[in-house]
């Protein structure tokens, strides 16, 4: 298959590349490397794969419509992950935030829609749909806060709750990639993703929690808890993320036209601080961080319900924890280089 793959030069994309470049696909790498770590990352997959087709057009989802209709217009799958992706950030500049998650996603549907070839659609959209869940209880049970009564996770049927311009503009991606499905017939499926982690990821304090804990401490720059830091996640190694992408693909006629939830789930969360206590164990000291208030949007608790996805395909999440931050660790340990740029 030709594989079109948005944002492919950032975290999840560059996995994605490298994954469906060793199953035998080729693979089309857009994006407008304006993150940290993109040019990086695109070195690393032509360097693991020299004899394998590898094109890269540089690209901005917002303007370069032309570019993406070039590209969609012979493409299998298109998997897009451009976007602005951090709460803080949408706060500070909503207007270039919906320009980014929000259009720029209407622009990738619609290459999609003009294209000959009707390729696939995988939409990455995020758990802040939800918003602050204010209706669902939240005790807390042995240092780490926790749902009373979703014992599997939040479910998709949960309402919808667009909390922050960031919310509000994926959620109207999400909602768009959705709707194109009913409307005009394409192929498309919504991941409303929990927190994916792994190696080069790039992560800074405003995104990336897991791999911005484990850089700071590894260099010993400042990092703070916001809030207790006993609010938790359900934490996804990217490999198991990339498999339900593949996965949905060879179920497309089941899974076309729907929306999932996709995480951890129960077996794999993590609060704050117990992350922390893991960096303790593996780097052999004790990780200093400062402290500071709650930030806007931020959940207490969010744990994916997975089980429509894993009855519908057969998936299941296999990377604990443990494991997944193992690796990220020692993956960072071999490229401080990259971080100190």
């Not at 419509?65 to 992706?85: G, N, S």
């Amino acid at each position: 298959m030709k594989m079109l793959i948005i944002g492919g030069a950032g975290f999840i994309g560059i996995n994605s590349a490298d994954y469906f470049l060793n199953k035998g696909h080729d693979i089309v790498i857009l994006d407008n490397f304006s993150r940290a770590g993109t040019e990086s990352n695109v070195s690393w997959l032509k360097e693991t794969h020299p004899d394998k087709k590898i094109k890269i057009v540089k690209a901005d989802i917002r303007y370069d419509q032309d570019k993406m209709d070039t590209e969609a217009a012979d493409a299998d799958v298109i998997i897009h992950l451009a976007a602005q992706v951090a709460v803080t950030t949408s706060v500070k500049n909503p207007k270039e935030d919906f320009e980014i998650n929000a259009l720029g996603t209407l622009n990738v549907l619609e290459a999609a829609r003009k294209s000959k070839s009707k390729p696939i659609v995988l939409y990455s959209s995020t758990n802040k749909v939800y918003g602050g869940m204010e209706n669902v209880e939240v005790v807390e049970r042995n240092g780490r806060y926790e749902y009373k009564d979703f014992r599997s996770g939040v479910p998709e049927t949960q309402q919808l709750d667009f909390h922050s311009p960031y919310g509000c503009s994926k959620g109207t991606g999400d909602q768009y990639v959705r709707d194109y499905a009913r409307i005009y017939g394409l192929r498309t499926v919504v991941f409303r993703q929990s927190c994916i982690y792994g190696k080069r990821q790039f992560g800074v304090e405003d995104q990336g929690w897991l791999a911005w804990f484990t850089i700071a401490s590894l260099l010993k720059k400042p990092l703070s808890i916001y809030g207790d830091g006993k609010q938790i996640r359900d934490v996804l190694y990217v490999g198991d993320l990339i498999e339900a992408y593949e996965i949905a693909i060879k179920n497309i006629d089941r899974c076309s036209g729907k929306v999932y939830n996709m995480g951890g789930g129960p077996k794999n969360t993590m609060s704050l601080l117990e992350l922390v206590s893991m960096l303790d164990t593996h780097l052999d000291e004790k990780v200093k961080h400062g402290w500071g208030d709650w930030r806007p949007g931020d959940q207490k608790v969010f744990v994916a319900d997975t089980t429509l996805f894993e009855k519908e395909t057969g998936w299941k999440a296999k990377t604990s924890p443990e494991k997944g931050v193992k690796i990220m660790i020692d993956w960072i340990k071999k490229n401080k280089e990259l971080f100190k740029k």
